[in-house]
């Protein structure tokens, strides 16, 4: 099947390369099959979710585990049966990422993770009962803040470690 999409031209895809959304994507509902499409930039964190029954839904999403490593989703077992996990390993985690013009204000919604089960192709966005996360996450604002935490102790322009005994 040959998909035309608004960002990357016309794609060759395949059932196998689909994952089916029963309840579509908030906005999107009647859209329900999607495809993952990887970043061309080798090492970039971000994948694009591509519609295929329409091509306008197309989001950047990221895995929320490179923003904030102690990232949390718990998943009740009606999520579980609707996309068939039987184990950890076939379950992806993304979030959905909005990119302004000022690309220093770009946020990722913690608050409503896509659920995808890689075996089974299903997938399913979540709205979280938690505030423990936003809506509108900054994301290269979490990601200074963890490197200044990882960097901190270390002198920079030598390269030492301070060990405060």
């Not at 960002?7 to 390369?17: A, K, N």
């Not at 994952?19 to 930039?41: A, S, W």
């Not at 990422?97 to 946020?107: A, G, L």
């Not at 200074?144 to 935490?149: D, L, P, Y």
Request: with cysteine; charged share 30%.
């Amino acid at each position: 099947m040959v998909l035309q999409t608004r960002y990357f031209g016309e794609l060759e895809i395949g059932e196998s390369d689909m994952f089916h959304f029963r309840h579509g994507v908030p906005g999107f509902e009647e859209v329900k099959r999607f495809i993952l499409i990887d970043n061309e930039q080798e090492g970039s964190p971000f994948k694009w979710l591509q519609g295929v029954d329409e091509p306008k839904p197309a989001f950047v999403i990221i895995d929320p585990f490179a923003i904030r490593k102690d990232y949390e989703v718990k998943l009740d077992d009606e999520v579980l049966r609707e996309l068939d996990i039987n184990e950890a390993g076939t379950v992806s985690v993304y979030c959905i990422v909005v990119v302004p013009d000022d690309i220093s204000k770009m946020t990722v919604n913690l608050q409503a993770p896509l659920i995808i089960n890689t075996a089974s192709h299903k997938g399913r966005q979540l709205i979280l009962d938690t505030d423990r996360y936003g809506v509108r996450h900054y994301i290269l604002e979490e990601l200074q803040g963890r490197e200044e935490k990882e960097n901190a102790g270390t002198d920079k322009e030598k390269g030492s470690v301070h060990n405060n005994k």
